[in-house]
Every structure is written in structure tokens, then in C-alpha cells.
């Protein structure tokens, strides 16, 4: 049985020791589908109806979906739905592109293809 733990802890990342939950964005914790595409009592696609999920540390609020998880009813591409971004260890400033926004200058729906939506970029 023990293999089998360490197993299904290698799978999930959370012997990561920057590995920290947090309550997930898209469904603000309820484990629910917000938008109730399928149905308003789905389980929600980003956590899985744990209302939780795990993210590395550090992170930053998401900036293209502001947080949300989502843009629009569509999951939002830069966080998958987490509403935070991991920081890379190395050096970051603004994105140049967006100003930090994270969106596409012209369609705000899409993710800046500098940061992919990230709203930084290694310095
Ligand atoms: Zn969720
Ligand atoms: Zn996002
Ligand atoms: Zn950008």
C-alpha cells in the first residue's frame, strides 16, 4: 500500500514543497460548474468539485481573467481556470506588449501573445 501513496503523490505534485491550495477561481470554491454549460449541479472542470487546487508558490492573481479563473464563460487560457499564475524564480517585469493587462491589445478576450496573458515577462 505505501507504493502505492507515493504513487499517487508523484502524480498529484503535492510532495512539491512549493505546492500550496488555494480555492479555485472558476468555481469560487463551490466545486460546481459556474456557468452551468452541462448543468448548473456539474462538477466543476478546473478542480474537479474539490473547490481547491494546487498551484506552485510563489503566484500572482491571474491578470488576464483578473482573478476569475474565467473570460467571459470560457475557461481563461493563461491559468487554466485557477485565477492565479505561478512567478518564475527568475527576474520578471511588465510586459511591454500589455502593459501588464495580459490581454491582446486588439481583442481583449485573447491572451497577449507576448506574456501569453501572464502580463509579465523574464527581465
Ligand atoms: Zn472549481
Ligand atoms: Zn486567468
Ligand atoms: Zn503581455
Known sequence: MKRQNEKLIAEHGVDQ??????????????????????????TCCICGGRGVVNIEAPYKVCPHCNGTGAVKT??????????????PSAPIVSCPVCAGSGDDGSAPA??????????FILA
Open 74 to 87: 470560457l475557461t481563461c487560457t493563461t491559468c487554466g481556470g485557477k485565477g492565479h499564475v505561478p512567478l
Open 110 to 119: 485573447l491572451a497577449c501573445i507576448r506574456c501569453h496573458g501572464k502580463g
Open 17 to 42: 514543497p512549493n505546492m500550496t491550495e488555494i480555492t479555485c477561481a472558476f468555481c469560487g470554491g463551490s466545486g460546481t460548474d459556474p456557468f452551468g454549460v452541462m448543468s448548473w449541479l456539474s
